[in-house]
């Protein structure tokens, strides 16, 4: 397994010792639960959150810190585990998988509890629509390797391209919507607005200008798993932004 790899290397750095240590014993109870290396604000991290959570599957986090040392998701390492050097990768059923919306869907399809996908195949095509929408049109855009490549601007850019996402989200979603994005059961789409909303308030994009959106994402938020996956909630919260 890539990860044991990972890990092995990790230990060569005493200061890393601990997380090590940690994997390794995440490692031994593979068989009964997934891993998540994830980062407590990432977007693509969190999706895999509220998946598990509205799932109700156990899973343990093995926190990349994408800032600290220039960024533990660049290292050699952890692109043993994932090649494209980002955040999740997710140790599963003896393997490891990365790209968000591959991970829900196969969590979907491997675990019973809720269908994240709708079985009828228009309203599981809008649910596909809204997701790749949302998780290659618009999060992309403003992620953090690009924004730190743009420097100075990257509020104003970061803005832009959420807006012209939001902009052409909004009126697909007055046409799909119901409780949630797509009718009145939570889905895949609903899993990948909430964290771009926050994303947008974090830009401070004026998510009053998208009705739709604003709405969805309140009633979404007042729901149990977005709650309890919110990056205020992780093990690598920053004091200062723990709920």
């Not at 909004?170 to 789409?189: F, R, W």
């Not at 998208?210 to 007042?222: D, G, M, Q, S, V």
Request: hydrophobic fraction near 35%; charged fraction near 20%.
């Amino acid at each position: 397994m890539h990860g044991h790899n990972f890990c092995r290397t990790l230990c060569q750095q005493s200061e890393l010792t601990t997380r090590c240590h940690l994997h390794f014993t995440l490692v031994l109870n593979a068989d009964l639960r997934p891993i998540l290396h994830g980062y407590f604000r990432s977007s693509c991290s969190w999706r895999v959150r509220i998946a598990f959570a509205l799932k109700g599957v156990e899973y343990d986090q093995l926190p990349v810190n994408l800032i600290k040392d220039g960024g533990q998701q660049l290292t050699e390492e952890y692109k043993a585990l994932n090649p494209m050097q980002q955040v999740p990768a997710v140790e599963i059923d003896g393997t490891t998988l990365s790209q968000s919306l591959a991970v829900i869907q196969y969590i979907d399809e491997t675990r019973p509890g809720p269908r994240l996908l709708p079985a009828d195949p228009k309203a599981r095509a809008q649910v596909r629509m809204i997701s790749d929408l949302i998780a290659s049109g618009i999060q992309p855009l403003q992620n953090l390797y690009v924004i730190q490549k743009i420097g100075a601007e990257k509020m104003q850019w970061s803005q832009h391209f959420i807006d012209r996402g939001f902009q052409a989200l909004e009126p697909i979603l007055k046409q799909t919507a119901g409780k949630y994005c797509v009718g009145d059961e939570i889905s895949m789409a609903d899993i990948c607005l909430v964290p771009q909303v926050y994303n947008a308030e974090r830009f401070k994009v004026d998510v009053g200008k998208y009705p739709t959106i604003k709405r969805l994402n309140e009633a979404l938020l007042e729901i149990e798993a977005f709650q309890v996956s919110h990056p205020s909630r992780q093990p690598d919260t920053p004091d200062d932004l723990r709920a």
